[in-house]
T-cell receptor, first 116, second 114 residues
Framework: DQQVKQNSPSLSVQEGRISILNCDYT??????FLWYKKYPAEGPTFLIS?????DKNEDGRFTVFLNKSAKHLSLHIVPSQPGDSAVYFC???????????????FGTGTSLTVIP | ETGVTQTPRHLVMGMTNKKSLKCEQH?????MYWYKQSAKKPLELMFV???????ENNSVPSRFSPECPNSSHLFLHLHTLQPEDSALYLC?????????????FGDGTRLSIL
């Protein structure tokens, strides 16, 4: 059963506009969330994270919002640039795990295309 | 350049072959991971090593055998694989084996089983 879901496989946005990527999770014990960006033929690259004690974290053009009551996470990119075209994965982890490493549960990704 | 290097980038092998995937990290991290990514599926954690000790094995079939000789190197030995094992295999590392730490990924090995 998938605990982290990205229900939109793809998204297209005009350059300069806002891109909003969404992620839902089912496990209320998750308390740390990340977004990764992946270009073709490359591995995922860490983008931004948020702890459950916050509801917003901002880094330049990227902002992550966390709505714990809705179990929903979103990534806002503004303004969007053609170089932002990539697949974006959200991931979550939680303190319910015993010793077992830094296990993240990943979504299936959303492919973002920013149109010049 | 992510600091995590995987070789080979592509591998085609028959079901009776034995091969190994290699991962090397130059970040001074203490934890390393193997993930599998199949088409249309999320990344699946396979193995976790912390300070060269295996701390997680997510019910992975024994035809996959990891080895971590030191904190900078990680191998995945493959033997008698099945066609459904064709996937992208990603290696990652993090500073420690703790939570709240991003993992740094290599570019992966694309494995095809004939």
């Amino acid at each position: 059963d998938q605990q982290v879901k990205q229900n939109s496989p793809s998204l297209s946005v005009q350059e300069g506009r806002i891109s909003i990527l969404n992620c839902d999770y089912t496990n209320s014990m998750f308390d740390y969330f990340l977004w990764y960006k992946k270009y073709p033929a490359e591995g995922p690259t860490f983008l931004i994270s948020i702890s459950s004690i916050k509801d917003k974290n901002e880094d330049g053009r990227f902002t992550v919002f966390l709505n714990k009551s809705a179990k929903h996470l979103s990534l806002h990119i503004v303004p969007s640039q053609p170089g932002d075209s990539a697949v974006y994965f959200c991931a979550a982890s939680g303190s319910f795990r015993a010793r077992g490493g830094n296990q993240f549960y990943f979504g299936t990704g959303t492919s973002l295309t920013v149109i010049p | 350049e992510t600091g995590v290097t995987q070789t080979p980038r592509h591998l085609v092998m028959g079901m009776t072959n034995k091969k190994s995937l290699k991962c090397e990290q130059h970040l001074g991290h203490n934890a390393m991971y193997w993930y599998k990514q199949s088409a249309k599926k999320p990344l699946e954690l396979m193995f976790v090593y912390s300070l060269e000790e295996r701390v997680e094995n997510n019910s992975v079939p024994s035809r996959f055998s990891p080895e971590c000789p030191n904190s900078s190197h990680l191998f995945l030995h493959l033997h008698t694989l099945q066609p459904e094992d064709s996937a992208l295999y990603l290696c990652a590392s993090s500073q420690e084996e703790g939570r709240n730490q991003p993992q740094h990924f290599g570019d992966g090995t694309r494995l095809s089983i004939l």
